[in-house]
């Protein structure tokens, strides 16, 4: 199988406080990681694209200062939204793919994050 | 710009019949199609994914891809009520280097 683990399920805090969520492929090694968003009754839109030992890619609209990613090994990915107001409450979860071509995207089972 | 267009629902089938979710893409070059299959509150979990024009069977399912006309479209057979979810369809432009771009999804229910 192609098992991503995501953690952790729910966090609620304050706003102002930085939230930190990882996201681990357990039983494959993956090059590339993506970090998704959901808004409720909305489509996953795609938030960055997070590259083994390098620098991730964010998309347009994307604030790269304040969702920040880092991806230190072929099986973690984490992203930490910093300073987080009750705007950036939503559904975060995390994708990663095997090396090669036509790999499909395994979800992890996101994070539910409120600010309060 | 990249659009994946999907009729929203609620598609409502009565079970034991054949459910059909359809997908338009707007980029030629996209080259992976995907349906991923989405309970209210979870995360997506993968259905299908084609890359070749022509029908890919699993199971139940069916996956159809035309390049010519940007369409993708699932068959679902025999459809189960444990089938009623949101139907994404999602795009990747490279093959796998890129993420996905979704359509808003169908919503679909199995009448019992």
């Known amino acids: 199988g192609a098992v991503v683990s995501q953690h952790p399920s729910w966090v609620i805090c304050k706003s102002g406080t930085s939230v930190k969520i990882e996201c681990r492929s357990l039983d494959f090694q993956a090059t590339t990681m993506f970090w998704y968003r959901q808004f409720p009754k909305q489509s996953l839109m795609l938030m960055a694209t997070s590259n083994e030992g390098s620098k991730a890619t964010y998309e347009q609209g994307v604030e790269k200062d304040k969702f920040l990613i880092n991806h230190a090994s072929l099986t973690l990915s984490t992203l930490t939204v910093t300073s987080a107001h009750p705007e950036d409450s939503s559904f975060y979860i995390c994708s990663a793919t095997r090396q090669g071509r036509f790999q499909p995207q395994h979800f992890g089972d996101g994070t539910r994050l409120s600010i309060l | 710009q990249k659009e994946v267009e999907q009729n929203s629902g609620p598609l409502s089938v009565p079970e034991g019949a054949i459910a059909s979710l359809n997908c338009t893409y707007s980029?030629?070059?996209?080259?992976?199609f995907f349906w991923y299959r989405q309970y209210s509150g979870k995360s997506p979990e993968l259905i299908m994914f084609?890359?070749?024009?022509g029908d890919k069977e699993d199971g139940r399912f069916t996956a159809q891809l035309n390049k010519a006309s940007q369409y993708v479209s699932l068959l679902i057979r025999d459809s189960q009520p444990s089938d009623s979810a949101t139907y994404l369809c999602a795009v990747n432009l490279r093959g796998g280097a890129d993420g996905l771009t979704f359509g808003k999804g169908t919503h679909l229910i199995i009448q019992p």
């Open positions: 084609i890359y070749s024009n």
């Open positions: 980029d030629r070059g996209s080259q992976s």
